[in-house]
């Protein structure tokens, strides 16, 4: 069966279940990181999208979704981070 039976007796694929993935991006306000990010938030299948940048990340227009309220309910996380923290990263991956 390629579903799972609820208690009213419908069934539900998988696919129109939210899997509730998580999402680290690295690099939001680059031409790419802003199109994965506007992606992740009208994704029903991601509960969280956490990024770490430079400076914080604008959704483009264009994916229609409310920045402030998937920041306010914290879907949408966003950490501002130097570049130490990248050069430290990478230090810890070279040891």
């Known amino acids: ?6 208690q009213t007796g419908e ?5 129109e279940k939210s899997l ?5 991006l690295i690099g939001a306000t680059g031409a790419i990181g802003e199109c994965l ?6 994704s029903k299948h991601v ?3 956490v990024s770490l940048g430079r400076r914080k990340a604008t959704v483009s227009a264009s994916y229609s979704v409310d ?3 998937e920041e306010d309910s914290g879907r949408l996380e966003q950490h501002i ?11 810890m ?3």
């Open 1 to 6: 069966m390629a579903g799972a039976e609820g």
């Open 20 to 24: 509730g993935m998580n999402a680290v």
């Open 67 to 69: 920045q402030k309220a």
């Open 81 to 91: 981070v130097g570049m130490k923290f990248f050069n430290d990263v990478i230090l």
């Open 37 to 42: 990010l506007g992606e992740l938030l009208i």
């Open 47 to 49: 509960s969280k999208v």
């Open 93 to 95: 991956r070279t040891r």
């Open 11 to 15: 069934i539900a694929s998988t696919s």
